[in-house]
C-alpha cells in the first residue's frame, strides 16, 4: 500500500473517530437529560408509571447506541494502533494474509478481514 493510500485512511479513520465520540458525548448529554425532567424537576422520580417505564426504556435505548458507539470506537484505534505500529500489515487480511480490496477498506477503513474470511466468519456464527 503507498504511503498516499495509508494517509487517506489514516483520515478516514480519524474522521470517524471523531464522529465516534461526538456520537458518544451525545449519549452522556441524554444520559443526564434523562435523569431530570424536562420541566426543570431535580428529581429522577416520575409520578406516574407508565412515565417511569418511558423513562426506563429512554435509558436503556440510549445505553445500548452508546454502548454500539463504544465498541465501534475500539475497532477504530485498534486500526489506528495497526496502522502506526505496523502500516505495513495495515489493509492485509488477519486471517489469510491477502490484500483488504481497496473499496473495501474505503467504506470500513478499521476492517481487518477480507471480504472472504468476514463471510466464513459470519457463516461460522449463524450455525
Sequence with gaps: ??????????KRLLEERARALKEIGHYDESFNATLQASDGDLSSYSFHMADQGTDAMEREKAFL????????????????????TTPEKYGKCESCGQEIGYERLDALPHARLCITCKEKEENGKRR
Excluded: D, I, P, V
Design 1 to 10: 500500500m503507498t504511503k498516499k493510500q495509508l494517509a487517506h485512511f489514516e
Design 65 to 84: 447506541m452508546a454502548s454500539k458507539e463504544g465498541r465501534f470506537l475500539w475497532h477504530l484505534n485498534e486500526a489506528l494502533r495497526r496502522l502506526y
